[in-house]
């Protein structure tokens, strides 16, 4: 039986610590850490609150230096925001003065594609995420599930090597929560993207994730790294497998303990 050939690793962190100082003192956030990530792979990160999986994440996206270590993207150090790293956060971040197709053009019109491939480009990503017929509408005017729709529009637009969310649907509501994850899934099973996902749900963990990395309480290090044996396309019906189940039960006991360890 012919086995796939392992997939390239694109992302690197090796030793990534971060220390926080203060007037009353330092605060080690981040232990030295260790992580590959496999392109198109699908990793989703859990832990307690405080335990540095947002940290992380700030650091792969360039928005915060580690204290020691470094990150590499395709064998480059990671050293600020790039375009190769497309970032999702839990907040909606769009620019409210622009409509939904200006937002997604955003990422484009910076780096002067001509308006007609910026609008064909962005309106491709707003079928994608079914925003047609919105286009014209500005955040104000949307629920928080479309300007999530929205921002992830935007964050693919600009065709990252990775994307990178931190508790993008934390906000919202079940149903709609629900249907973002289908959404996303079906877009990364369509795309093929790479995506480093941040969670502290442990039913999306498993449900969207190709692998689960868990985190343990501050300073945070990686405890667990596990494969999800799910198949894709993925449906719902995978919860009520006992793969799922037996998976789920394992990470639920995992967290438990950090979040005690936390809670002292």
């Known amino acids: 039986m012919n086995s796939s050939p392992p997939r390239p690793v694109i992302l690197s962190a090796r030793g990534v610590e971060r ?8 605060t080690l956030a981040l232990q030295a850490t260790d992580l590959e990530v496999a392109e198109n792979d699908f990793v989703t990160i859990l832990g307690p ?37 497309g970032m999702v956060f839990q907040s909606y971040t769009l ?64 065709a990252p090597r990775m994307l990178l969310m931190d508790e993008p649907f934390g906000a919202l509501d079940h149903q709609t929560r629900e249907l973002m994850q289908e ?45 999800v044996p799910l198949p894709h396309p993925r449906h719902y019906s995978v919860k009520t497998t006992p793969a799922f189940s037996a998976l789920k039960a394992e990470l639920t006991e995992a967290v438990r303990v950090e979040v005690l360890a936390a809670a002292r």
């Open 19 to 26: 220390r926080f100082e203060s007037s009353s003192g330092s």
């Open 49 to 85: 609150s405080g335990c540095g999986k947002s940290t992380l994440l700030r650091i792969i996206a360039g928005l915060d230096q580690p204290t020691a270590g470094e990150v590499r993207l395709d064998g480059q150090p990671i050293s600020g925001p790039g375009a190769d790293r």
């Open 95 to 158: 620019f409210p003065w622009l409509n939904v197709l200006d937002n997604v053009c955003f990422g484009l019109r910076e780096r002067g594609l001509p308006r007609a491939e910026q609008v064909e480009i962005a309106q491709s990503f707003i079928a994608k995420v079914g925003l047609i017929g919105f286009e014209q509408h500005y955040p104000k005017q949307l629920s928080g599930g479309m300007q999530q729709r929205t921002a992830l529009a935007r964050a693919l637009a600009n």
């Open 183 to 227: 959404l996303l899934l079906g877009i990364w099973e369509a795309e093929a993207k790479t995506v480093l996902f941040v969670t502290h749900d442990i039913d999306e963990a498993v449900f969207i994730g190709s692998r689960v990395v868990l985190m343990s309480a501050r300073p945070g290090r990686i405890k667990l790294d596990r494969p």
